[in-house]
Nanobody, 120 residues
Framework: QVQLVEFGGGLVQAGGSLRLSCAAS????????MAWYRQAPGKQRDLVAT???????NYADSVKGRFTISRDNAKNTVSLQMNSLKPEDTAVYYC??????????????WGQGTQVTVSS
């Protein structure tokens, strides 16, 4: 059994910063790509950033230069540093990880989501 738990959402003024973290736990053999998604009210869930197992990041155009994704493979964590936040960044942010379990099953896992609200 695998679980992803997110931390760090909240309310911030435009131009401010927040850091999200996500910890994976359970019967993990290895974690491949990890990612952050977000979903605003009434909209689809969109990819924000991904990071490969060897640390190569990729970003949505809307967050390039403002957000930084990182991971700690020893701790099975992924983080998202969000700077210069804008009201349009307001959404529920979800952690995602492609995980191989100790039984060698592979699946995509999701966290429960954390609310980020940016006030203007």
């Amino acid at each position: 059994q695998v679980q992803l738990v997110e931390f760090g959402g909240g309310l911030v003024q435009a131009g401010g910063s927040l850091r999200l973290s996500c910890a994976a736990s359970g019967s993990i053999w290895e974690i491949n790509a990890m990612a952050w998604y977000r979903q605003a009210p009434g909209k689809q869930r969109d990819l924000v950033a991904t990071i490969t197992s060897d640390g190569r990041p990729n970003y949505a155009d809307s967050v390039k230069g403002r957000f930084t994704i990182s991971r700690d493979n020893a701790k099975n964590t992924v983080s998202l540093q969000m700077n210069s936040l804008k009201p349009e960044d307001t959404a529920v942010y979800y952690c995602n990880a492609h995980i191989v379990t100790i039984l060698r099953d592979t699946d995509n896992y999701w966290g429960q989501g954390t609310q980020v609200t940016v006030s203007s």
